[in-house]
């Protein structure tokens, strides 16, 4: 079955451009996740969707960034006026909830590259 | 979030068992111990968890002390392909689904 795919899975732009980064989760996981992985560091949480709505963005950095997921499935995530900070791989993450407790296993997609000139 | 510690590096000869440790003395009797890892170029991936019981998969195997302030994590017979970086998850029980707070991990190298 499929995975979680990304797209693109790299992206080079120039410093104070918008970009959008696209998530398909896996088909009736209705947990999406965001996450920033800069050179030798492991993954940082940027936001969390259950369904459409956003149920934590706590670690999204400023307000620069934004994400959406209108229809409760496909996810972008979407930077304004990037600097070379953001520089870093984006990943995505979703999985199946079942009720309140319990184990979330999340699946993880493979990444875009961002890089910023 | 417990926060866990992990060393930096280790190596292991392929064939071998690795046994990966982490401390996570500040978790709470809600929190899971969660391993994932990340091969090169690739996401994360879910390796095995646990509460207070030890388990095995058909990947590995997770032991958590008595007191859970610290586990190891065991791969029985480590080949080429369980070269990576691992991570140890805290995360919790209750609530709605809950982020990963990843640290930096321990990069397994295996070695022929």
């Known amino acids: 079955g499929a995975g979680v795919s990304q797209t693109p899975s790299n992206k080079v732009t120039e410093k104070g451009k918008y970009v959008e980064l696209r998530c398909d989760p896996i088909s009736g996981h209705t947990a999406l996740y965001w996450y920033r992985q800069s050179l030798g560091q492991g993954p940082e949480f940027l936001i969390y969707?259950?369904?459409?709505?956003?149920?934590?963005d706590s670690g999204l950095p400023n307000d620069r960034f934004f994400a959406v997921r209108p229809e409760g499935s496909v996810s972008t995530l979407k930077i304004q006026r990037t600097e070379r900070g953001d520089s870093a791989v984006y990943l995505c993450?979703?999985?199946?909830?079942?009720?309140?407790?319990?184990?979330?296993?999340?699946?993880f997609g493979p990444g875009t590259r961002l890089t910023v000139l | 979030d417990a926060k866990t510690t992990q060393p930096t590096s280790m190596d292991c000869a392929e064939g071998r068992a690795a046994n990966l440790p982490c401390n996570h003395s500040t978790i709470s009797g809600n929190e899971y111990v969660y391993w994932y890892r990340q091969i090169h170029s690739q996401g994360p991936q879910y390796i095995i968890h646990?509460?207070?019981n030890n388990e095995t998969n058909e990947m590995a195997s997770l032991i958590i002390t008595e007191d859970r302030k610290s586990s190891t994590l065991i791969l029985p017979h480590a080949t080429l392909r369980d070269t990576a970086v691992y991570y140890c998850?805290?995360?919790?029980?209750?609530?709605?689904?809950?982020?990963?707070?990843f640290g930096t991990g321990t990069r397994l190298q295996v070695t022929l």
């Open positions: 998850i805290v995360s919790p029980i209750y609530g709605t689904a809950s982020k990963l707070t």
């Open positions: 969707f259950q369904g459409t709505g956003a149920a934590d």
């Open positions: 646990g509460l207070k």
């Open positions: 993450a979703s999985s199946l909830m079942i009720g309140m407790t319990g184990h979330n296993e999340q699946f």
